[in-house]
């Protein structure tokens, strides 16, 4: 089977421009989670779905939202980007109580 | 509100040798699940193990194995026969089965160093 699929893997961004990012879950989950990375708060938990409906989020402002598709696929949306945004993100899919990891998309903002 | 507590930022371990990574945290749940995870240089985030609160048997996984103290609230894993390919940022996380979602809660991490 497949593992969990972002992209893109790197983004360079500017203050104040939106950015998207993708998750394809490994075949059969149903659950996305999206993470975020960095060296000071380490990792953070930003928001999960679940067959296309949000169950939970994370303390995280309202600039960043997400979505998931009838596929399940899963797409996180930031807007008016600030340079406190640089991070990795993470995406995990379960079928389970088991969390299985994409490899991250670094997202810069300059 | 859980919190789970990593208190070794950094460890090393001569390769073959055994090392013990600890890891507490707080709830006031009866039912959640542990996990430790690793994350090598790649970045790539591996499920390495997993624990049930309700089952009083410690989890192994070849190498892997972690010593679950409920009562203490303590996590700690251990690795037998470290491998160069065991050097990797690792990191302890708890999830609580009633809330209806799957959100993970990390530690801080442990940056563990195998040494030839």
């Known amino acids: 089977k497949a593992g969990v699929t972002q992209t893109p893997r790197y983004l360079i961004k500017t203050r104040g421009q939106q950015v998207t990012l993708s998750c394809s879950p490994i075949s059969g989950h149903r659950s996305v989670s999206w993470y975020q990375q960095t060296p000071g708060q380490g990792l953070q938990f930003l928001f999960e779905y679940f067959s296309e409906t949000q169950r939970n989020k994370g303390n995280f402002p309202g600039r960043f939202s997400g979505r998931q598709f009838s596929n399940s696929r899963s797409e996180m949306n930031v807007s008016t980007l600030e340079l406190g945004d640089s991070a990795l993100y993470l995406c995990?899919?379960?079928?389970?109580?088991?969390?299985?990891f994409g490899p991250g998309t670094r997202l810069t903002v300059l | 509100a859980q919190t789970v507590t990593q208190s070794q930022p950094e460890m090393s371990v001569q390769e073959a040798e055994t090392v013990t990574l600890s890891c507490t945290y707080d709830t006031s749940e009866n039912n959640y699940y542990l996990f430790w995870y690793k994350q090598p240089p790649s970045r790539q985030m591996i499920l390495v193990i997993r624990q049930e609160a309700y089952k009083q048997q410690n989890a192994t996984e070849n190498r892997f194995s972690v010593n679950f103290q409920k009562a203490a609230k303590s996590f700690s894993l251990k690795i037998s026969d470290s491998q160069l390919g065991d050097t990797a940022m690792y990191f302890c996380?708890?999830?609580?089965?009633?809330?209806?979602?799957?959100?993970?809660?990390f530690g801080k991490g442990t940056k563990l160093s195998v040494i030839p």
């Open positions: 995990a899919s379960s079928l389970g109580l088991a969390q299985f």
């Open positions: 996380a708890f999830l609580f089965s009633g809330a209806g979602s799957y959100q993970l809660t």
